[in-house]
């Protein structure tokens, strides 16, 4: 089974829900159990991993029409998008590692600090892109609720929630929003890392 028009709606959210995480750890839900039989996800251990056919149902899905104005004005958003994420990942880094690589092990409250002012000017700078996203891609103004949730309990002294990829938590909202843009653009991880590189890259020449 690899069609669309062979899955319920529930499982069809399922596909594209597993295939924006890109993983799901931990028991495995009814829905991805159901994935599962029908040869659209591989269970693991503890993991549950969507299959290649999965991927392009998902790709199917989520593909905005190649030409109009809407993959334009969100290829203009994630164009916006791409010099964030570089910056998102070094925040993310920083609060693991000190500058050093050492494993930063939270004892010096000055450096936690100066990594959280970081991911705020981070969060400041994806507010307007997201709104901007919003308008024209469905669905997607859940990322910046959940954004808002995963930063007020990493705030409140949950730390995973700002990279464990255990929970919801700030990077993995955030590449499920990454992973979402690729595929509502018919992009490639390669063609999206050179891209990245070519926009940061100019803006600091």
């Known amino acids: 089974m690899t069609g669309t028009d062979a899955l319920d709606e529930p499982l069809t959210e399922a596909v594209v829900d597993l295939v924006l995480r890109g993983m799901w750890r931990g028991r495995p839900e009814a829905e991805y159990r159901a994935l599962a039989d029908a040869g659209l996800a591989l269970v693991k251990g503890p993991v549950v991993l969507p299959s290649e056919p999965a991927k392009a149902i998902a790709a199917r899905i989520l593909r905005v029409p190649a030409g109009s104005e809407q993959e334009e004005r969100i290829t203009a958003a994630y164009h916006a998008f791409l010099p964030v994420n570089r910056r998102i990942r070094e ?13 930063n092990d939270h004892t010096d409250s000055v450096y936690d600090a100066e990594v959280r002012e970081a991911l705020e000017d981070v969060h400041e700078a994806i507010r307007p892109v997201l709104r901007r996203l919003e308008r024209v891609l469905p669905g997607s103004g859940r990322y910046l609720t959940d954004l808002d949730d995963a930063l007020d309990r990493f705030d409140d002294g949950a730390v995973e929630w700002l990279a464990s990829p255990l929970c919801d938590s700030y990077h993995t909202v955030w590449m499920r929003l990454h992973q979402e843009l690729l595929l509502v653009l018919g992009i490639s991880r390669a063609e999206d890392e050179a891209l990245e590189e070519e926009l940061v890259g100019g803006s600091r020449g």
């Open 91 to 103: 925040v993310c880094t920083a609060w693991q590692c000190r500058p050093d690589g050492t494993p």
